[in-house]
């Protein structure tokens, strides 16, 4: 399973942009990247998927690296309600019959008022 | 977004004892459910695979024997903790997915405190 790594915990101030990066080196080309968020004491939540290219919705929005390598998450406006921990997770194509979910340690990330 | 449901949200037993966690899909039939582990201050760790009217698959290192996973319909899947001891305290979350859809749906979790 290809693996993903990000840094334990991130600090930002509210109302201010934060960009939660994400590296997959090991991704394979057909490898969906996911972005869950888990606040305190509750399951994940979705937050935003894509492939190759950019992505946003009402939540954030999702830069992809070229080579697919690595990713970004933004939320454009921090409030205190993003305070969560976030997970990046690759997901194979549904093609190959499995959708299980490997989640790797997530960043932390705190949020100031 | 889908709603996914568990039951009970805690539960205290006794060592020795079993306990059921319950999780329902409430707004669509749930093809696949998985069940996840989470420890204090720790990521999820994906315990198991459950398809509805079949064998659950058991990630390496999960005892089947002591988590039974049920998955009797398109809407339940049952984990049962047999034999609690403390070290199974934890948070225990499902979540489940319909044919077709890109993502997950997760339950809001269970905590497992066993004394």
């Known amino acids: 399973d290809a693996k993903t790594t990000q840094p334990n915990s991130m600090e930002s101030n509210e109302e201010e942009p934060v960009h939660l990066p994400c590296n997959h080196s090991t991704i394979s080309g057909t490898d969906y990247i996911h972005w869950y968020r888990q606040l305190p004491s509750q399951g994940p939540e979705y937050v935003i998927h894509?492939?190759?290219s950019n992505v946003n919705n009402r939540m954030a929005s999702l830069a992809i690296a070229e080579d697919r390598k690595s990713s970004t998450l933004i939320l454009h406006r921090a409030t205190l309600r993003d305070a969560a921990v976030y997970y990046c997770?690759?997901?194979?194509?549904?093609?190959?019959?499995?959708?299980?979910?490997?989640f790797g340690t997530g960043t932390r990330l705190k949020v100031l008022a | 977004g889908a709603v996914v449901s568990q039951h009970p949200s805690w539960v205290i037993c006794k060592s020795g004892t079993s306990v059921k966690i319950e999780c329902r899909s409430l707004?669509?039939?749930?093809?696949?459910m998985f069940w996840y582990r989470q420890f204090p201050k720790q990521s999820l760790m994906l315990m198991a695979t459950s398809n509805e009217g079949s064998k659950a698959t058991y990630e390496q290192g999960v005892e089947k024997d002591k988590f039974l996973i049920n998955h009797a319909s398109l809407t339940l899947s049952t984990l049962t903790v047999t034999s609690a001891h403390p070290e199974d305290s934890s948070f225990y979350i499902c979540s489940t997915r319909t044919s077709g859809s890109y993502e997950q749906y997760f339950g809001p979790g269970t905590r497992l405190t066993v004394t």
């Open positions: 707004d669509f039939q749930a093809t696949t």
């Open positions: 997770i690759l997901r194979p194509p549904s093609t190959s019959g499995t959708y299980k979910y490997i």
């Open positions: 894509g492939l190759t």
